[in-house]
């Protein structure tokens, strides 16, 4: 039986067609699902894709949180069922307190558009299980607010219960910043306790087709719907 | 009643507040003397009906709370008008 996912697309979301693309390529059933849809329609996975779901007024994620949809993603996600959110996702998921923490306005004060290092710290989640433990990778992220912050008791209880998913590592050769934003403890994206809510800042769905000169990000999808992938374990 | 209820928003002390700084050293620019720290926030104000002042403003807390602020990096006031 294939993994059914759903691609929820708010106003203002901008990454959903390829978000769901990455999905079929990886063999799921993928529909988009509207924002005001009250339940998931049988989904196993739910996507948040990036974007600015309405125009980040307030906080980016901060409106979304609300949208209908989400009792139906929030009552997923505590049933143990799949949820991924990226870049405007999670931001959508910190704000719904679905994972802890927030993300805030670059430490740079601009939007930062380039691609970056990322650790997988863990694989034991939705969409990491076919990684290596500690392989880096390199993929897209463009965001404006990206910085991960959440208090000294909280990022010390991610660290220790494993739920750090994603963390930037120093890029080799490059002058720029390998923390692009100024998140504490270089921390891209994080989990809950079981693995099944994740979040990150960076955008597999960029690099997720030969065309693009990489399929690395195409690991994270596949990982999804537990297919395998066509390559080697990164 | 109506009252007329502003709502301020802040980053909370300790945070790195990017905008802050950016005006700061704006400030400094153009030749202000004596700007120390710049916090940037967000002021709402909104019209809510309401049966006294109290409620009012237990309302407006409570929409602070759950959506105005966000508790993890914000603090908010809330003054009622009127």
Known sequence: ?234 | MTFRVHVRVVPRPGLLDPQGQAVAHALAALGFPGVGEVRVGRAIELELEAEDRATAEAAATAMCERLLANPVTEDFTVAVEG
């Open chain 1, 1 to 234: 039986m294939t993994i059914r996912v759903a691609v929820i697309r708010f106003p203002g979301s901008n990454c959903e067609s390829e978000t769901l693309e990455a999905a079929r390529r990886a063999g799921a059933t993928a529909e988009l699902l509207d924002y005001r849809a009250t339940s998931l329609g049988g989904a196993d996975v739910v996507i948040l894709p990036g974007g600015f779901s309405y125009g980040d007024y307030l906080r980016s994620g901060a409106i979304a949180r609300f949208a209908p949809v989400m009792q139906a993603v929030r009552a997923h996600a505590e049933a143990g069922g799949g949820v991924l959110g990226i870049c405007n996702g999670f931001q959508v998921l910190c704000e719904a307190h679905l994972l802890p923490g927030a993300l805030l306005h670059n430490a740079g004060q601009r939007f930062v558009a380039r691609p970056v290092d990322v650790r997988i710290e863990r694989t034991s989640t939705i969409c990491t299980g076919l990684f290596r433990p500690g392989a880096v990778v390199r993929i897209p992220q463009a965001h404006g607010e990206g910085r991960f912050v959440a208090d000294e008791a909280t990022l010390d209880a991610l660290e220790r219960d494993n739920q750090v998913v994603l963390r930037y590592v120093p890029v080799p050769g490059s002058d720029l910043p390998h923390n692009p934003n100024g998140s504490a403890r270089d921390i891209a994206g994080i989990c809950n306790p079981a693995g099944n809510v994740v979040g990150f800042m960076p955008h597999p769905e960029r690099l997720a087709e030969a065309t693009l000169g990489d399929t690395i990000g195409q690991t994270f999808f596949a990982s999804l719907v537990g297919a395998p992938t066509s390559g080697a374990p990164a």
